[in-house]
């Protein structure tokens, strides 16, 4: 039968002219950089799109791209740019008066950012149609929808399982597939009548397995070679036929069968799994291990199943010769096995002192006293601990050996080395009435209470010292200056007392004197107007603390730490004036003392050097990284704008322990950066006047701090830079130093 239009001539005739659509050419432009530059774009796995420049003068074209889609496109003068993923394969062109191209199959290979080059070529057909055609739709829908459709012997795709064509009246074959189903064909006529429909239901060719395993379930299950899961298992949509099960479970043998699965049915398999396993108990001493080639299994006893086999059995026991045994186990049984003992080793330990009859203990149990011969000791590292009243506990780590014995003899200290010392060289030290020489001095003294008294011209001071066993300061310090005015509360720990001690032994004297306050030539343009206008300011002499208050100082009053970063050398953070306040008004109960905030002026003062400046700009230097830590060496950088840590490096980020950079002239640290430290000043204008111990503005809302931060930028580490929060405020980059 003839498929195509027959041309017959009825009452009119008319003549339709249609562009017909080709691909003239295809190739790549290699030396085409388009798709790397900025009209490049990037597909939805972020790399760089092909461009396709189609060559036409024709406007009006729709593309249709394969699976991999389109990401776009552009009309260019003579060009239309196509932008599509690596790798694609084909694309259809369509044109509403030109006709379409389905399915053009680049002849090269889709790369990455490659441009290439498609010429478009159009020709003209005339075609003489009559009014009437003799033509009408096949349509066929099936069932499932994933069936294949062929109509006289030709493959149709459809959508949603209906295939639609248009075919010449007549005869038509068709045949339905799908892998697993029973195939339908026919024959079906097209005619005058108009459309046919036919509705085709595919018969299932496949059924379902259910497979368990006993007498455990969990066996691996394996259908004609292909793992498909565990018992129990379902497989649905199996096709019909034979197939080989097949189901492994470890400590058992194999088992398998064939099962015949029938069309819509389902096929159910038990299979029996036979034991390859013995179950057997071991027991031994409690205190020993028990290994089964090589592998730990239990201490004391263990009950599980082996694998048919022979094993070696280990009984071990630290410092003992292992028990070994063979044994074979077979599948099936089920036996209890008493295992041996190790054998120990011994070696001997001689042990004397001076003085003697001092307790023995070997990790820590008693061996009765000195001197002693011990035998029958096992083998192995001990911790030997000789006491005796009066005299400092020793201990040490010795070592026995096998059939050797141990010679130790230890000489007892009666009493406990340490120094004693007063905040200047050359003060003459006595002991409980007794000259020892003068400060700093290192002796030996004996355990019990002492009285120990430092001379300096006139002056004197002294104290109760207590030597003890264990514990205790290693460095005592008689002072004549702060330390010789405390007077303790009697509620004061001893450990409150050593960290408060090294509290006030570290504040530093500034001698009073007149200075130029505010921003000073050598601060140069980063001097802000409110820290104008510099003016003149007297100061009488105080002391200052040499660091920033730390966490252990802090905690030591306080009984709690806020801070961030926790370690007891970091300076204090996250606290406000008002708890700065709190802290004085403690610390004060406890020492008897008069601590303070610095004034402003105080504050500037000691951090130019007092009467010893020299004029920087930092407190100390004019280059900051000697003397101060700020954000561009205390572990963070500015990336994009927002402040990050570098975790590279988590040992310098944010503060850092006080005193490790240099101190400036009077030998106070990190009063450049490190942390903020609250000032005792209301925030107020700088008056041009000339003052005498000035203490700021007398009323207002904000409190001063000073000195910059590990946060900020170099220009807030200034020594005139002023800075100011409410008296509540709590930041991670807010501290306090004191004043006396």
């Not at 030998?667 to 041009?688: H, K, P």
Request: aromatic share 10%; proline share 4%.
């Amino acid at each position: 039968m003839k498929l195509l239009i027959e041309i017959i001539l009825l009452l009119s005739i008319s003549v339709v002219e249609a562009q017909q659509l080709s691909v003239k050419s295809f190739q790549k432009l290699g030396n085409d950089l388009s798709a790397r530059g900025s009209e490049g774009r990037m597909d939805q796995n972020g790399d760089r799109c092909a461009i396709i420049k189609v060559v036409t003068n024709e406007k009006g074209f729709v593309f249709e791209p394969d699976a991999l889609g389109l990401v776009g496109s552009v009309d260019k003068t003579s060009e239309i740019w196509l932008y599509v993923p690596y790798g694609a394969k084909r694309l259809t062109i369509k044109h509403p008066q030109l006709g379409m191209l389905r399915d053009y199959v680049y002849p090269e290979r889709i790369e990455k950012a490659g441009v290439y080059e498609l010429i478009l070529t159009t020709g003209r057909v005339e075609t003489v149609v009559h009014e009437t055609v003799n033509m009408d739709y096949l349509v066929i829908r099936t069932d499932p929808a994933e069936a294949q459709v062929y109509i006289d012997e030709v493959y149709e795709s459809g959508t949603g399982g209906v295939v639609q064509k248009f075919v010449p009246w007549g005869k038509h074959t068709y045949r339905v597939e799908h892998p697993l189903y029973h195939t339908e064909a026919g024959q079906v006529e097209v005619g005058s009548s108009g459309k046919k429909e036919l509705a085709i239901k595919l018969r299932p060719a496949f059924g379902s397995v259910e497979i368990n395993s006993f007498p455990e379930s969990g066996a691996e299950v394996y259908i004609d070679g292909e793992r498909v899961g565990v018992t129990p298992y379902r497989g649905d949509r199996l096709k019909s036929g034979e197939h080989r099960i097949r189901v492994l479970q470890p400590m058992y043998q194999p088992s398998e069968e064939v099962v015949r699965v029938r069309d819509n049915e389902t096929s159910v398999v038990s299979l029996e799994l036979q034991p390859n396993f013995g179950v057997m108990t071991f027991t031994s001493d409690p205190s020993c291990e028990i290994w089964v080639n090589n592998e730990l299994k239990g201490q004391g006893s263990w009950s599980g199943r082996l694998n048919a086999g022979s094993y070696l059995l280990e009984v071990r026991r630290e410092h003992h010769r292992s028990f070994r045994q063979t044994l074979t186990v077979e599948a099936g049984e089920n036996r209890t096995v008493a295992l041996g003992n190790p054998v120990p080793i011994y070696g001997m330990l001689n042990i004397t002192s001076t003085p003697g009859d001092a307790l023995i203990r070997l990790n820590g149990q008693e061996y009765g006293r000195t001197p002693a011969l011990l035998k029958d000791i096992l083998i192995g590292t001990y911790t030997l601990e000789l006491s005796k009243e009066g005299y400092a506990r020793e201990s040490g780590e010795i070592t026995i050996e096998e059939g050797k014995v141990l010679p130790v003899n230890i000489e007892m200290c009666s009493g406990r080395e340490l120094t004693l010392q007063t905040d200047r060289e050359g003060d003459i030290l006595y002991v409980d009435g007794k000259r020892v020489g003068v400060s700093p001095q290192k002796l030996e003294l004996s355990y019990g209470i002492h009285t120990i008294r430092a001379e300096r011209g006139e002056q004197h001071t002294e104290k109760q010292l207590e030597v003890t066993e264990t514990g205790g300061e290693t460095v005592v310090t008689l002072g004549f200056g702060l330390l010789s005015q405390i007077h303790w509360s009697s509620s004061v720990t001893p450990k409150q007392k050593e960290i408060l001690s090294r509290l006030v032994e570290n504040m530093v004297q500034v001698e009073g004197g007149r200075f130029q306050m505010g921003g000073t030539p050598e601060q140069g343009s980063d001097a802000n107007d409110w820290e104008k206008p510099v003016h003149e300011v007297t100061l009488s002499d105080y002391y200052m603390g040499k660091y920033e208050v730390r966490q252990s100082e802090w905690e030591a009053v306080m009984d709690s730490n806020p801070s961030s970063d926790k370690s007891d050398d970091l300076p204090v953070e996250r606290v406000s004036w008002e708890d700065c306040h709190e802290f004085i008004r403690r610390l004060n109960t406890l020492t008897g003392l008069n601590f303070k905030l610095p004034t402003e002026a105080q504050w500037e003062y000691a951090a130019r050097g007092g009467k010893l400046s020299k004029g920087y700009k930092y407190s100390g230097s004019n280059d900051l990284n000697e003397v101060g830590w700020y954000w561009e060496n205390s572990g963070y950088k500015v990336l994009t704008g927002k402040w990050k840590m570098e975790e590279v490096d988590r040992n310098h980020c944010r503060t850092h322990s006080v005193g490790q950079k240099q101190p400036n002239e009077l030998g106070l640290y990190d009063m450049s950066g490190n942390v903020f430290e609250w000032c005792e000043d209301w925030y107020g204008d700088y008056s041009s006047d000339s003052q005498s111990d000035p203490m700021g503005a007398v009323s207002g809302s904000l409190r001063v701090f000073r000195g910059g931060s590990w946060y900020g930028d170099a220009r807030f580490c200034r020594v005139s830079y002023r800075n100011f929060n409410t008296p509540g405020d709590r930041n991670y980059y807010l501290g306090l130093r004191l004043v006396f």
